[in-house]
């Protein structure tokens, strides 16, 4: 089995699009992350969905916890419009951790390896050119290995 087996066509943004708009579509499509292309379809990098929280939650809430607890149930559920006129490359780490891309040809344990290794619920793949051809999620990949998927 291949990546190409287990992969499927998956969202994309751009570094340029709002992080609201990547909000909604990491909620709206049930989405463990996103992944980010340039101009040519080419996957740049993945973005976790916890990436667009940490930009939307207020860094003095994460960094105490009590407060989190302290703020009423009406003001914590406005917390997303902190993202405000943010983009997606505004929610990216500032030290990019290694791109988990694959192409085709990957198999079952090179993907397994890559996802474990990069921390990435999602692994991109390309074709021959570089362009993003699907994607393999980590549910996707269990449910494989698990005997649970198609």
């Known amino acids: 089995m291949h990546a190409s087996d287990l992969m499927r066509v998956y969202p994309v943004v751009e570094r340029s699009t709002p992080a609201v708009e990547a909000a909604r579509l990491l909620a709206g499509q049930n989405l463990p992350g996103l992944i980010v292309v340039d101009e040519q379809l080419r996957p740049s990098t993945i973005l976790p969905g916890t990436q667009v929280l ?71 793949v390309v074709d021959d050119a570089g362009v993003l051809a699907g994607a393999v999620t980590l549910d996707g990949l269990l449910d494989r290995l698990l005997g649970d998927g198609p």
């Open 54 to 124: 940490r930009l939307a939650v207020p860094s003095y809430i994460q960094d105490d916890p009590a407060l989190a607890r302290a703020v009423d149930e009406e003001h914590a559920d406005v917390f997303l419009a902190e993202l405000g006129d943010r983009t997606v490359a505004e929610c990216l780490p500032e030290q990019p951790k290694e791109l988990p891309v694959v192409d085709g040809d990957a198999t079952v344990l090179e993907v397994a390896a890559l996802m474990a290794r990069s921390r990435s619920p999602l692994v991109a």
